[in-house]
């Protein structure tokens, strides 16, 4: 399973499913991270700690425990 | 604008609107552009965290605007979030206020079909339609009003176009009956909302809400709506449809969960919209956010960046404000001497002289420093930098306990501790809430500056007191951290908080903006001078000058008459104040209290310095001027400074400042963190805590003062 947190910069993914639950998922999904949102990989922080991407026009930071949770597929 | 005055308020029409929408889409600045409030600005998202209403008239009609906290949801996830929510289900408001951000329509629209859902009037400001036209983006503003049902008009808070046209649809909406707003879903979910239409039709049930409306809250499992229905005898045979209906939405959507499903409803419903109604001219290249992301977020150099700034913001904080610092003195003096040749009487004249004058003129010595601090903060908040410094701070923060977006309401304790309390909502959970409330006061706030300025500037030469200023501020912020570890790993244990922000765009900062901001602040410092630090300064004044000694100055006039030199008649006199000053009440209450500071090297003036300043930081500035005023006021006009540096030893001063640092915040600032903690027993945590470590601190800086 691929992740947001495999992902290198510069990458442009697909979101296929979001594990988890509760209120992180409806944050996640306020933001516009949902399945099938087209995503790209702005920036990390040193180690992957933070994520920085960009979905819709949105830019969002994330924690890479979080980007962990978000399955992704390769742009076709 | 007009701003008529209405002559009979009874036949005045009140437009009441609830102002909702994401967070950082420029609401309070709407708000600001329409009625010439001044409400706080900023560019990150929880700048709002208190609904707040504004008043205003408008072509013959009332308005009040309650301005709601940002939110991306209607849900629960944040506290201000919570407020916007339960607001907008249970006041009494006649419409909604939508604004959205053109330049991410999009993500916007979701928030506007949610709302849509609620069965009320909802007029849609598209806000930085400017920046969006800059952007290349086009919306059919027209088009889209069609398409939601819903009156969209393009505005600019920021350049303050489209104002009148939107208040003219708000009043136009007012006065016609609500219409239905169009929304579709997908065709599952459309076939299911009309069987239970159609159901409750069959049925005769009524509600507030229209059946179309109650047949998205039964699918969506709102609360309310079926515990409203529940009660009704047609529920009994509505709970199969219900539950049939669910699973054929779940199939469709292969997922079992309903807030997810509408979700994703609520999204394909405003994809569909914005690829009706936008049009981008322009082809997406790089966009300037991103180009200066690369730089300043950059893992490398990022963290080295964002030292350097404030380095250099505390650099200039030294060494600009004490350019007029020179100026303001030499007024204050002039000031003095000439009110004071007007006041023949002579205790009333030191009260005014000795005690407010030299009080206040001590705090406001300090404008200078404090507006260069105020206008650093203001840059940080409105050009989106803040953000960004959470995002490479969090992997830090994270290690000691902390959420990065603690780093919001910290670095608003730079400026002042109370909005830092109230911006600590922002924190979702409540043990990341009460960590970071218990660390803000370690962030030394601005009325804290005047304090180091002053020790610094007595202490070390002009070149190297910057960075001495710098190093405090970095100091007590580290300390904070490891105050968070330890309360992290003893007191607030628990799993870990998502991190999970919104970066905004950058934006250039407007002069307006930051002066505006600037001003307010500079001008609540100054007031606060001229009432608070005035009265207090009165009270110190009162409490070093009686009992008066007329025994002492009898003694002492003997001894002046029989004196042979002028040198030796200056001695006496100072030691005459000087001992009368001992023996007034603040010399009684500082002797009762100087064992207590003994071992940290502090003499009872400073003891009594430090116990004023729970009052107020400021008043430890202008309560030491009064102290030391005392006998050295002839020689020496300038002043504190030099009378700091002749009266106490280096190993004292860091002992005072490391408590200064450290111990509890002001009462305005406690009274907050009380509320904001939410009990009484936080405050008396937070006073035990500071206290001790201010304690234990001081000892230590103290003891290795001295070695040096």
Known sequence: MKTLIDCDRGDIVTIKRLHTAGELKQRLISFGLMRGAKVKVLEFAPAKKTIEIKVNSTRVALRGDEAALIEVIDES | MSHKVLECPLTTKHIKIALVGQPNVGKSMLINSISDARLHVGNFSGVTVEKCEVFFDYSGYNFSITDLPGTYALNNYTIEEGVTSSFLHSAEYDLILNVTDSTSLEKNLTLTSEIMGLGKKVVVALNMSDEAEKEGIEIDEKYLSKLLGVKCVKVSAAKKTGIEELLESIIESFEHAHAKPKMIFSEA??????????????????SMLPNSAVAINLLQEDLCSIEAISTESLYVDLQPILAEAKRHIQTHHDSDDLKEIWAEEYAAFARGVVAETLKLTKTEKLSFTERLDTILIHPLLGIPIFLFFMWALFQLTFEIGSIPMGY????????????????????????????????????????????????????????????????????????????????????????????AYMSARILKNDRDRLLTLFIIGFMSCG????????????????????????????????????????????????????????????????????????????????????????????????????????????????????????????????????????????????????????????????????????????????????????????????????????????????????????????????????REAGGIKYFFYLLLFTSLTAYFLAFIAHRVALLL
């Open chain 2, 189 to 206: 979910v459309e076939e299911e909302l009309h069987t239970i239409k159609s159901y409750l039709d069959a049925h005769n049930y009524s």
């Open chain 2, 447 to 674: 009325a804290r500056l005047p304090v180091y300025v002053l020790f610094t500037g007595a202490f070390f030469s002009q070149n190297v007191a910057g960075n001495v200023l710098f190093a405090i501020y970095i100091v007590g912020a580290i300390l904070g951290l490891i105050a968070a570890k330890i309360l992290k790993m003893t007191a607030f244990k628990g799993v870990d908080e998502p991190f999970v922000m919104e970066m905004p765009k950058y934006r250039l900062p407007s002069l307006k903006l930051i002066s505006h901001t600037v001003i307010n602040k500079t001008w609540m410092y100054l007031k606060k001078a001229g009432t608070f630090i005035a009265l207090a300064s009165m009270l110190v004044w009162f409490l070093s000058n009686y009992p008066q000694q007329p025994v002492l100055q009898q003694e002492y006039s003997i001894k002046i008459e029989q004196a042979s030199s002028q040198e030796s008649i200056v001695e006496l006199k100072n030691l005459l104040a000087k001992e009368s000053l001992e023996r007034s009440y603040l010399g009684e209450i500082g002797k009762f209290i100087e064992p207590i500071f003994e071992p940290l090297g502090l003499d009872w003036r400073l003891a009594v310095a430090l116990q004023t300043g729970l009052a107020a930081k400021e008043v430890v500035v202008s309560t030491l001027g009064v102290l030391y005023a005392v006998g050295d006021s002839s020689q020496s006009q300038n002043s504190l400074t030099d009378a700091i540096r002749e009266n106490v030893p280096f190993a004292s001063a860091v002992s005072f400042i490391v408590i200064i640092m450290i111990y509890l915040p002001c009462l305005a600032a406690s009274i907050v963190f009380t």
């Open chain 2, 328 to 419: 303001i003195d030499a007024l204050f003096g002039l000031i003095g001497e000439a009110v004071g040749g007007l006041i023949a009487h002579d205790e009333l004249r030191s009260l005014i002289v000795d005690g407010v004058i030299a009080g206040v003129g001590a705090v406001v010595l300090f404008i200078p420093n404090i507006i260069i601090l105020f206008i650093g903060i203001a840059l940080l908040e409105s050009t989106g930098y803040m953000s960004r410094v959470a995002f490479l701070l969090d992997g830090i923060f994270h290690k000691f306990g902390l959420h990065g977006q603690s780093f919001i309401p910290l670095v608003t304790g730079f400026g002042c501790s109370i909005p």
